[in-house]
């Protein structure tokens, strides 16, 4: 029977231990299991106990004695007989419900150690680490297409702000002979035709996927998984589905523009029309995968991974309460399913155990920023018309001179800045199609900002998006920024090379200027807020690497895309490797594989990656996390490309724009404004340290006239890219911005600022 989910929901793949004393029960359920000579502990299995949702969590008891009865209590109260054997030997497993909103306490008696756990409950609507509710929010039930054609909700919610609505379990099949799933007409009977199955574990099953679409911190939440209606029992965490082989993917979604303000009536889909990842979900649910995810994991709904990374957390455990803890969780995803993957597997770890991505980017504000860069040259060159051959303009960019005039890739970099750009219909110079303020239609266009219009309305980019991070300006109500060009030497290595004389490169930092708080070209070099860019690191907008994405398989494929044909840059690819090697001394837990367009493929990606993912968690040798999953690394796991679907060229990956490797020849990568100014490839300095001007440090000559005209353009100093940048932060694993008080960093309800 399909359960309405009311006050609940957390997760979180890693298991958390909490042992205490004290409390007692009255004796219940027995274990028949082999005795252990472990000592008797307690942990939630779904989620961190400081992290539970909707009013139940799953309990595992281990070290129990075979014959030991349970007793076992919470908040005074008996609930021995909600635990029953566990599947590992000396286990007990209990799915505790009727939790209270706030903390509560789990108890055993003496017989089991007088244990305690002390588990915080939040309601299912959240939150509980991404801070108050953004508001707007448009609920968007009534326009989630199901499977079968039927929408989630036949109505609009229009009086609940939680966007709440009656889970709905709807079932699928596989015909014989078919390729693609359809709807099953009534549960209680399959068609003749119905397609068998064997997962991974050898089960032989019906082809048929039971999909839960319900609401999850505001966002809706799906799940996929083989179940037979006609002959299995209603899943529990004590009966899981037969065909599942308990492994379970995060499916994520793609995109930015327009995430914010909205649930979103688009998941990635996660059962027909699938996320664009090639054939991801139906080839797994054939081998016994389950999926899962939620709107609100999607950028193109919500383009703020502080709360996507809460959403999947919520997301996950339901699911680990319905049907039982995985062997492994993994995520994937493509575009803007690249960083909803390893940007949550970084901030929360343990969260996913691997994770496999394609077209990569670094995060969405990192995609913003260099837009910045690339629009501020791009309005250089529109206005002050300097007359730089297109030659001259790449070697300033770091971009592709590609199309007629040498601008397609610049200028398509530039377009991203509109991510960032409250001000709805602007234009901006020497950027067609550069669009501003985007929203989803779904947001009335009278809740919108508008600069002369309404000024209180809702502002559609990725600060404002995650305000909680970034914080408020206490003059305006807009979140605060984080771009600075304050010391950045735009051209630097044009000029060192030779390709721009001394004049070219001071005209061009002389007029290059910045953006205001509302993205309005300014003559001033922007000034990034200390405060919002030391927390854009804590959190994990700014993604560093260091957290959870040092001790999982990280798997980066590309074949798509010269720097012709779009924003998705080979040098984002990079960069997300340099950022782990910077930040950990190495990426060892991190393989490329590039190829042209469908030359990437598929089932030799995923089985090199989940056998190194499988081998890596389920390592219980001595050694830490990283010497783990660098130890169970596969043969297979290396550098390389593929010039055809069956000739793989292992070779160390490199980013050029020459053909001075055999991959790079077939894959060439060019770079980025920043990078030119003498930046990392990481990109991850988001304001510089300044140093004294140096006249030894470049390699041309400047006249006395020209070295005293540099000195006025940058009086305070030039940047130091040799030294970490102006409020570069470690992050904060499972970081806070309330209500959860642990790793509390910021609670933008009681500061106006940093």
Known sequence: ???????????????????????????????GQKATEAKPAIRTVSTRPDRVSGGEVLVELSGVQAGTAAA???NGQDISATFKPGSRPGTLLGLVSGLSI????????????NLKLQVTNYPSSGPITSGPHVKPFICETHKFKLDDGSTFTAEAITNDPSCAAATKMTYLYMPAGGKALIPLVSPSSLPADVATTTSLTGATVKFVVRVETSVINRGIYQSAILHDPTTDPDPTPFTPPAGWNRRLI?????????????????IGNITTDGMPFLLLQLARLREGYALFSNTLQHPSNNCNAVLAGETAMMSKEHFIETYGEPRLTVSA?????SYGSFQLADAFPGLFDGVLIARTFTDPMSVTLSGYDARLLLHYLATANPGLTKEQIAEISGYKPSGPDGLLAMVDAARQSGRGDPVPGRTAPGIA?????????????????????????????????????????????????????????????ALNAGAITP??????????????QDANHVPRRSVGDRGAIQRAYQSGLQFTGGGGLRTIPVVNVTGLYDEDKGYHYLWFHFAVRDRMQRTNGHADNHVSWRGQTDMVPFDPTWQMFIDWVDATKHDQTPGSAREKVTRNKPKTAVDGCWK???????????????????CNALVAGWTFPRYVAGGPLAADILKCELRPLDRKAYKTSFTDDEYNRLRQLFPGGVCDWSKKGVGQADLVPWASFGPAPENLVFDVSKASTN
Not at 7 to 24: G, P, Y
Not at 250 to 266: I, K, L, M, N, P
Not at 333 to 337: I, K, L
Not at 445 to 468: E, I, M, Q, S
């Open 1 to 31: 029977m399909a359960k309405t989910i009311g006050t609940r929901r957390v997760r979180t793949s890693t298991l958390w231990l909490l042992t205490v004393l004290a409390a007692s029960a009255s004796p219940m359920a027995q274990v």
């Open 72 to 74: 076992v209590s919470l």
């Open 102 to 113: 706030g903390k509560n306490t789990i108890a055993t008696g003496p017989r089991l150690g």
């Open 250 to 266: 995060a499916v994520e979604g793609f995109g930015c523009t327009g995430g914010w303000y909205r649930q979103g009536d688009r």
């Open 333 to 337: 995803g493509a575009s803007g399913g």
């Open 433 to 493: 199609k550069y669009a501003s303020a985007s929203f989803n239609q779904s947001v009335p266009a009278a809740l919108r900002y508008d600069p002369t219009t309404n000024l209180h309305g809702a502002r559609g980019n990725v600060y404002d998006a995650a305000k909680n991070i970034y914080g408020v300006d206490p003059r305006t109500g807009f979140a605060l920024r984080t771009f600075d060009n304050v010391g950045v030497q735009y051209g630097l290595a």
């Open 503 to 516: 004049q070219q490169f001071l005209d061009l930092n002389d007029v290059i200027g910045g953006l205001d």
């Open 644 to 662: 055809s679907p069956t000739e793989f060229l292992a070779e160390p990956a490199t980013l050029s724009r020459t053909p001075d490797t055999a």
